[in-house]
């Protein structure tokens, strides 16, 4: 089929896009259906449409059958054709093996996008009930995927961008208070020594611009003499162009195309022109000349050494990461060079194309760098890793505490538990993408609760060995502060912060309630032997007093408690005991009771749809940050590292309980029970961000159960093995304020949607329980 070339006049332009716009609200009989279908064209940049598009390839959709089998199923998107002629004004969907009803069907779904099966994996464990939920990728996205403001984030100060807006930001202005300042200074007293050394003089005139660049360095590029290379970033214009129907046969030809075209076509596709590298030079003739070595001897090393500390802090500071970037390509680089290359000009605010240089720097600071990753770990991870070093050092090498005190110690193996489960929660979740269910589900339930099982089996053994049952009130405080804040504090701050942004939010009521349910079962079996000893036990009270003034009261009492102590050793023998290993048997089926009924039987209500940014299966496109292998080692060692910090952590707890003011109740249900739990609360805050505000419940709700069913019945035959006096009674205010919460947060749940007040109400009752734990008096072992 010949075409015919159309010229377009720049008057022509507006006709044609009023003509374009008109056609496509002509097939669209509800303005709302139109602009709905533009949106989605305008979220995705490739649509697969069958034979329009040869070169994307087949798209295989799934049999019905296939998808039956599995709660989530990976299909691609669909696209409407319209078919004009003797079929004029009927739109329908494209044929597939889905039949009418089947598509009906999949409209109603979530649909969630996603760029390949690896990334398809993890977003489906994360609605599978009982894995672990993960919001960051386990692939790399490539960066040309990615939006401005993160391509941003991984420039390399290199580019000269046209720009907008002044450069006195506040950001910039904090530059010069903590770094710009003292760098300049620097260099302002190495320019006299290189003057007096005669020989290293251009080196002198070298840090003089260095110290008049880095005092202010934003809107200046630096690059080197004569090597000014240019090049602009390329967009054709979307126009289409539309020639003229004629009574000829290509114009016939040109009519029976445009009728079967698909309404839903690709928009133009920008063509960026990369800036060509500078071209490989030879070896300047500066690395011979005595001044050059002159430099190295007496100006280099301490301005390395400025520049490393400069880097150093900027990079620890997160959001200031471009200082460190800038320092970087100055020592690296620029100081480095020929001091006579060197030259530093103002970007003029009118350049209207790239230019590619040494270094051009326009913000100190950047407030998106809390999403900066390196080989997939979040930053913050990545700069906490030598606080777990730091920790165990000082912990293993000072025992008598000579240059650290335990609170010292304490803090920093509690701060370091924190990187150490963001490392276990990402190696579970790049296993589990990677493999099948049955690979996933091993993983998830034997790393799922090592963080927590770690600390509570370590502070046991410590108490076992000290011959205190202060560390078992610990342990059952951070059972209860873990229940608690996942229960009201994660769910709480994830509606208020959802809440705020996207004003109503709704969820999977269904799903909720079968957390709710397994919830109640678990309090009800956990608190079982508590209201048993409360029920059988004996009342013993430390001390009484007669009142010989008041003949109807023969004694005053205080600190009245029900015995489970070795008075009633046979009592606890002969009826506590079998009760607590029949609840740890039946707390656990239960669990793989709701596993059975939310994966297999029921997983049509968690049923989501997920489809790929580019219209079907993508296959061998994608670079995993950890393969299987990799994520394993990092398991294995992240686990060896949680248990030497929580060792640390509870042997250095000690004057904390002893001494401390504060009730040991307080401390197990806020720093012990919740530090470990960052990490997921700040993948509950991603989700609720993306108004996925059902994920952010269910990592509560999914903590919540694993306490109860799985870490507590654990706790119960490490005790049956290797005796450390755990037993399952919990005192008054654990019982009280945990049952009080579940009926709390099944009432929120009832009608599935939620806003910031709901979510308000839940934090703010966690923070009254939190003042009532704080005033509580100590427990009498402590």
Known sequence: MSHRKSTLMPGDVENLRRRSAADSSENFADPEQHHRFSRQQLQTDRLSVGPQHPELGAVETPSPDASAHHFCHYTPKCFLAVHRGGHSGSARSTPSRYGEDGWHEATTKTTIRVENEVEAHREANNYKFGFRKWKGNVTEKPIEDRSEIIKELYSDLSIVKPREGSVVTFGNIIYVFLFGWWISLIYFLICPIMFLTILGAPYGKLCWKMALYFIWPFGKSLDKAGDVLKSSTLKPPKIEVIPEEGDTEDGKDLVRDKDSAPLLMSSPIPVDIPVPEPPARKISKHWCRISTYVWLLLGYPVLAVVHCLACVLSWLLVFTIPVAKMNARTLTTVL?????????????????????????????????????????????????????????????????????????????????IIPLSYYIGMGIASISAQSNFAVGAVVNATFGSI?????????????????????????????????????????????????????????????????SALLFISIGGVFAPTLFSKAFGNLVCESCSNSPGNASISFICKDCHYDTGQTEQQSILSHTEPLVYTISVLLPAAYLIGLIFTLKTHSHIYDIHISDGQGGHAHGHHVVHWSRWRALAVLIVATVLMACCADLSTENIEPMLTHSSISQYFIGVTVLAMVPELPEIVNGIQFALQNNISLSLEVGSCIAVQVCMIQIPLLILFNAFYDVGFVLVFSDIHLWASIFSVILVNYIFMDGKCDYFQGTALVVVYLILLALYFFAPSPRSC
């Open 336 to 416: 480095l060079m020929a001091p006579e290359d060197i030259q530093i000009h103002r970007v003029e605010k009118t350049r209207a194309c790239e230019t590619r240089v040494i270094l051009c720097c326009y913000q100190a600071c950047n407030v998106y760098y809390y999403k900066y990753t390196v080989q997939g770990i979040n930053i913050f991870a990545l700069n906490l890793l030598p606080l777990v070093l730091i920790t165990l050092i000082i912990g293993y090498t000072d025992h008598e505490h000579n240059y650290f005190s335990a609170e010292t110690k304490f803090a920093t193996a509690i701060t370091s």
């Open 451 to 515: 963080t927590e099982m770690t600390f509570y089996i370590t502070a046991l053994l410590q108490g076992h060995h000290a011959g205190t049952k202060c560390y078992e009130e610990i342990v059952k405080a951070a059972l209860t502060g873990t229940l608690l804040g996942c229960i009201l504090f994660i769910p709480g701050i994830c509606m208020i912060i959802g809440g705020i942004k996207h004003r109503e939010q709704r969820f999977n009521s269904r799903s909720a309630g079968v957390s």
